[in-house]
């Protein structure tokens, strides 16, 4: 396996490996960006990005990540598509193995972003792809005239449920608290859109159903008078965070 050099390794190509990039190309240090699985991160799986400084209108994820991408290849960055399997930060140069070779860097930036958070359920496993889903721009087409469920309170759950009215029939939000955490502005969408209901105080504790492999109903439990309720559905979305693609880091650098 080939071992090469880089004065800059930057690990992840969302957005803030973009900007990385486009700095540490502009200085001159011909960076290299391992792009991973997903090139351009989450935000190619965004529908309109409506708060990035500068484009006084809409943008798809997909068209801002192409220009960011364009911009830092403009200075001189380059790219691969793939991913690293180890890193090793005891000693200078730093050491990362990817799926094809072994990279020594002067510095590395991680810019790794974060994946989906989900419920762990055994049904939620089971029907994943099959009505269970934590992309609404990738999925929501397969919805046509259905009712789904939004699962989550916060900007991601908002904008999720939001786009799923351009498909679905009905989206109903489920949310453990009584009031939405996320921005106002989504929330007077949301709140004010004839499509979308919501359940408060709730979570959902089971999934139905593997055994037909579709989803036909959530299980949804009231946190706070303990009572549960099947509630019919035909797909249910999960937009309850995530969580930080640092894996790989762990016993090399201190994480928060």
């Known amino acids: 396996m080939s071992i090469i050099s880089e004065k800059v390794l930057i690990i992840g190509g969302g957005p803030a490996g973009l900007t990385a990039?486009?700095?540490?190309?502009?200085?001159?240090?011909?960076?290299?960006?391992l792009e991973g699985p997903q090139p351009g991160g989450q935000l190619t799986i965004t529908s309109d990005v409506e708060n990035f400084p500068g484009f006084p209108e809409p943008q798809t994820g997909p068209e801002l990540i192409g220009q960011l991408h364009q911009q830092a290849?403009?200075?001189?960055?380059?790219?691969?598509?793939?991913?690293?399997?180890?890193?090793?930060?005891?000693?200078?140069?730093?050491?990362?193995?990817?799926?094809?070779?072994?990279?020594?860097?002067?510095?590395?930036?991680?810019?790794?972003?974060?994946?989906?958070?989900?419920?762990?359920?055994p049904?939620?496993?089971?029907?994943?792809g099959h009505g269970v889903s934590a992309c609404a721009t990738c999925d929501g087409f397969f919805f046509r005239g259905k009712e789904v469920v939004v699962v989550g309170g916060g900007d991601t759950a908002l904008e999720e449920g939001l786009f799923l009215t351009r498909f679905c029939k009905r989206v109903t939000i489920i949310h453990r608290r009584d009031q939405l955490r996320g921005?106002?502005?989504?929330q007077e969408r949301a709140l004010n859109h004839p499509q979308i209901?919501?359940?408060?105080?709730?979570?959902?504790?089971?999934?139905?159903?593997?055994?037909?492999?579709?989803?036909?109903?959530?299980?949804?439990?009231?946190?706070?008078?303990?009572?549960?309720?099947?509630?019919?559905?035909?797909?249910?979305?999960?937009?309850?965070?995530h969580v930080p693609n640092t894996g790989f880091l762990k016993g090399q650098i201190v994480t928060d």
């Open 21 to 33: 990039a486009l700095y540490t190309a502009r200085a001159n240090l011909k960076p290299l960006v």
């Open 73 to 121: 290849e403009r200075f001189g960055a380059r790219f691969a598509y793939e991913s690293v399997q180890s890193i090793d930060l005891s000693r200078r140069p730093f050491t990362v193995q990817t799926d094809t070779q072994t990279i020594e860097a002067s510095a590395v930036i991680v810019a790794t972003g974060a994946s989906a958070r989900w419920l762990e359920l």
């Open 123 to 128: 049904s939620e496993k089971a029907l994943m």
């Open 183 to 186: 921005s106002k502005i989504l």
């Open 197 to 241: 209901g919501f359940l408060w105080d709730s979570v959902v504790d089971e999934i139905a159903d593997p055994a037909q492999n579709k989803v036909t109903a959530v299980k949804v439990r009231n946190v706070k008078t303990g009572a549960v309720t099947n509630f019919p559905c035909d797909g249910v979305f999960l937009a309850i965070g």
